[in-house]
């Protein structure tokens, strides 16, 4: 009699882990940026810096806050350039919503690039080109930082009047340096995709306009340079209407550095690594901590108040349907 053959019981497939829930990496984000504002009030007593705030002129903060809106309009219209340059060309009007519903999502989604996706998808879902403008959107985010870089080198070195240290200044044109080195080399970084992955090589094909013709960026990159200016005149309006005597070159020398550091997706808008930022930079400058802790509360809440402006193209915009689903009517 032939045995039949021992059949192997069947294991059950494992479980893939279950994702990070978006809201988790969220509340992290929140929770440790007022945690380290909560530590700073906590170790160089808050009632001073709560004095310092009650300064603040009511005008002084408007006017802060219209000038942070109208930065975002100019922001708004680099996107636009730079979606142009990958044939995605629509009305201005249109790249203004959607990049204000952009920056309403940020102050409510969860995760690192909220409004970022966002506003990729309402201008995909518009003209059909969503590889486009998605490039397009990491491009302006790109471009944004690029100039950043650029803008607190230049500062440091033009600037500077020994108001800040060299272990400040020289990390500050390093980083400038290199990128500056990242934009004359993307024509021959170009070449290297070709030994990358599919995925990451068809992603670059889709950039390749900005990458072969870096001059091209340009006008957006003047674009950046002035809202990097504007951001550092925002926040010299809020020391003004603190009734501090300040010069604006001190602001245009640590604004734009404190930002490198804001700019790292650690906090909720850079919420406490900022506050650390101006402590430490305004500090070596001669300003009193409570004053540099104060301007740091100060912007955020400027940009909050400047977010929530948002919330009428949020509202009045809707989400643009799908060529596809339109074929179908």
């Known amino acids: 009699m032939n045995e039949s053959p021992a059949i192997e019981p069947i294991e059950p497939a494992q479980a893939p882990p279950p994702p990070v829930h978006p809201y988790r990496a969220f509340a992290f984000r929140a929770g440790l940026g007022f945690a380290v504002v909560a530590f700073l009030l906590w170790h160089f007593d808050a009632r001073p810096v709560l004095r310092v705030l009650a300064r603040e002129k009511l005008g002084h903060f408007a006017a802060t806050v219209a000038l ?16 142009g340059l990958l044939q995605v060309r629509g009305r201005y009007s249109e790249f203004l ?10 102050l409510f989604v969860p995760g690192l690039v909220g409004g970022d996706a966002a506003r990729a998808i309402y201008l995909g879902r518009r003209h059909d080109r969503m590889g486009e403008a998605v490039a397009s959107v990491i491009a302006d985010r790109g471009i944004g930082l690029v100039a950043l870089f650029w803008f607190a080198a230049a500062v440091a070195i033009f600037l500077n009047r020994s108001a800040l240290p060299p272990s400040v200044i020289r990390p500050t044109i390093a980083v400038g340096a290199v990128a500056m080195l990242g934009y004359l080399a993307a024509p021959y970084l170009v070449r290297l995709t070709r030994y990358a992955p599919a995925r990451l090589r068809a992603a670059a094909e889709v950039a390749t306009p900005y990458l072969l013709h870096p001059q091209s960026l ?5 674009l950046s340079v002035l809202l990097q200016a504007s951001l550092a005149v925002c926040q010299w309006l809020l020391a003004c209407g603190l009734g501090l005597e300040t010069p604006l070159s001190l602001f245009l020398l640590c604004v734009p550095i404190a930002n490198v550091f804001a700019s790292v997706p650690l906090t909720l808008n850079g919420l406490g690594i900022r506050e650390t930022a101006y402590l430490v930079l305004f500090g070596m400058a001669g300003v009193a901590r409570q004053d540099a802790i104060a301007l740091g509360l100060l912007w955020f809440a400027a940009t909050i108040l400047g977010g929530l402006v948002g919330g009428i193209a949020f509202v009045r915009t809707p989400m643009p349907v799908l060529v596809a689903a339109k074929s179908k009517r």
């Open 68 to 83: 942070y809106v109208a930065s975002q309009v100019m922001s708004s219209y680099r996107w636009s350039l730079l979606a």
């Open 97 to 106: 919503a959607y990049y204000f519903v952009g920056t309403f999502t940020n």
């Open 218 to 222: 340009i006008p957006a990159i003047v």
